[in-house]
């Protein structure tokens, strides 16, 4: 298990740390916040490569942190007789102590003598001979092409080592990481090398021999009954002929792929590649082992995504340690909300902490909810059901001249749940978060102190007083009783009396709602808001000192 993740240098992840927890780490954050990177950044240290590629091969000028690269060409033409180093990347991963990991335990990690732990770490660095040259050619860049700034990674050295010190050819005993690629493919390396593995373990070494000759036996026979009739005109050298390749890149046992019914696994649905993919990642052995997986939500129906998620719960349990990354908020509370970091920007995941087991539970068994929304908006509105929504998009445009999502205001409907969701943005210590709904009945007090302790200058509870009505119908037809004529107009309501508003809006809660929401501004300007609603926007998007409502 890692204990602790240290990135400096890669991409957007310029000063990184993380302490993962385990079994499931759940990772989301907003497009660019570095989720992917995080992912790839534990791929590369604890495999030495990246999608398969080595990592001394891979190192591409894009993966160095922007402002790293920019501080360096402004040293550089500053004018000055010293210059900053160039851009440098650190990748260190440290492990639980287990007797597993001995091999790779030492004091040579970021943190030095300080701490004497299982770890391994991966560097990109110019080395100290190199750095003339590499300065020199970087500064003819700045002089050629001015603004257009790309480290010259050729003169970079690869450095995979363990915390002993000691430099690393392979991935060391006891450590394993796979990665799951959501994406179908003809092929994956790692069901390719799954079935070739199964061939070796199932045969017999005669019957591997056997299988083989046979494939020569073939081979020949098609060059002498087929091939061997071809001749291709080569000038006034000797002509060329045909043959199959009988090198061992060309072996039998790499055309053997997985099936199933007849049908190679290439050619099934998406859904099949990607939950196999994960079956057999998760069929190694049982050393320290990490999974991987970028939003595994892609792709997958609802039936097969629960299948998935079944399949990382039961990887979790098994002593692996996952990282997923999703934008699916069903991903989310089926893995559990008390598994979740939320990133921002390149920073340090943030830990939800302090969130009742029943709420986790709770989401986990009705994970319907869009959790997800309230982690990631900067300002969140919490609201029973459409109708409600409707209507606050409406009283925002009245009040502000414009709809709340244009001015960052998520809008979420939660049915009844107000309090589960506002205990979950407090775990997050999440600002600028309003939750409204009906009284039914009870005064608004009642309420409020049900969500008491997940409430502060930040998180407010808005509801409508008894005598306004229980619903948001009643609510809206009392603030305009001097104007139900052009209320009933602007609903779409052919009754003008105050009963026969109440009578239609309560039978058509959602089209009222939508006919409001749908007239022209100027139409319905001169309703009213039920002032619980106003006292809500205010509360969300406050008005500038000195403007009037």
């Known amino acids: 298990m890692i204990n602790e993740i240290v990135v ?90 287990e007797p597993s990991l001995a091999g790779i335990k030492g004091c040579q990690g970021p943190a030095g003598a300080a701490v004497n732990a299982p770890g391994l770490c991966i560097s990109f660095s110019v080395p100290p001979e190199l750095q003339p040259q590499f300065t020199v050619e970087a500064k003819a860049q700045l002089e050629n092409e001015g603004d257009v700034h790309v480290i010259p990674t050729d003169y970079y050295e690869c450095t995979w080592k363990s915390f002993t010190g000691n430099r690393l050819l392979r991935r060391p005993k006891g450590v394993s990481c796979s990665r799951v690629d959501i994406e179908p493919a003809a092929h994956s390396k790692a069901i390719d090398s799954y079935a070739r593995g199964i061939i070796c373990d199932e045969l017999s070494e005669e019957k591997l021999r056997d299988v083989s000759s046979r494939f020569r036996e073939l081979a020949i026979n098609v060059d002498k009954d087929v091939l061997a009739d071809i001749a291709i005109g080569c000038g006034e050298r000797d002509s060329l002929g045909l043959q199959i390749d009988k090198s061992p890149r060309t072996d039998w046992k790499n055309s053997i792929v997985l099936h199933r019914g007849g049908l190679p696994l290439a050619v099934l649905g998406s859904a099949e590649q990607v939950l196999t993919k994960c079956s057999v990642s998760l069929s190694g052995s049982n050393q320290t082992s990490l999974l991987l997986l970028e939003e595994p939500e892609c792709h997958l129906s609802h039936t097969s995504l629960n299948e998935l998620i079944a399949i990382i719960a039961r990887a979790a349990h098994d002593g692996r340690q996952v990282f997923v990354t999703t934008h699916s908020p069903f991903v989310l509370n089926r893995l559990g909300l008390d598994r979740l970091f939320v990133m921002a920007s390149g920073g340090n995941p943030k830990r939800i902490g302090g969130l009742a087991g029943d709420t986790v539970q709770y989401f986990k068994r009705i994970s319907g909810y869009d959790t997800l929304r309230i982690a990631l908006a900067d300002r969140s509105v919490l609201v029973e059901g459409p109708t409600d929504e409707m209507v606050f998009d409406w009283a925002f445009r009245k009040m502000r001249g414009c709809l709340p999502w244009e001015r960052g205001i998520d809008v979420i409907e939660c049915g009844i749940q107000h309090r589960r969701l506002l205990e979950f943005a407090c775990a997050l210590d999440k600002k600028n978060v309003v939750a409204l709904r009906d009284n039914d009945g009870q005064q608004p007090q009642h309420w409020i102190e049900k969500a008491q302790p997940y409430l502060s200058d930040e998180r407010k509870f808005f509801c409508g007083a008894c005598e306004g009505g229980h619903t948001i119908e009643p609510q809206v037809i009392n603030a305009n009783l001097g104007s139900l004529d052009l209320l009933a107009r602007s609903v779409e309501c052919d009754d003008r009396t105050r009963e026969g508003l109440e009578q239609f809006m309560t039978d058509n809660k959602t089209e009222w709602a939508l006919n409001l929401l749908e007239k022209d501004i100027s139409a319905t300007c001169d309703l009213s808001v039920p002032s619980y609603i106003r006292d809500a926007i205010n509360f969300i998007d406050p008005k500038p000192e000195g403007e009037s409502e």
């Open 8 to 97: 400096r240098g890669f991409r957007i992840l310029q000063d990184f740390r993380w302490q993962p927890c385990d079994g499931i780490n759940i990772l989301v954050g907003a497009n660019s916040a570095g989720k992917s990177t995080v992912l790839d950044a534990l791929e590369l240290v604890t495999r030495g490569s990246l999608h398969g590629q080595p990592a001394r091969f891979g190192l591409s000028p894009d993966w160095f942190n922007t402002d790293d690269v920019e501080a360096f060409f402004d040293s550089l033409s500053d004018g000055g007789s010293t210059y900053a180093n160039p851009p440098e990347i650190l990748i260190a991963a440290t492990f639980r102590d």
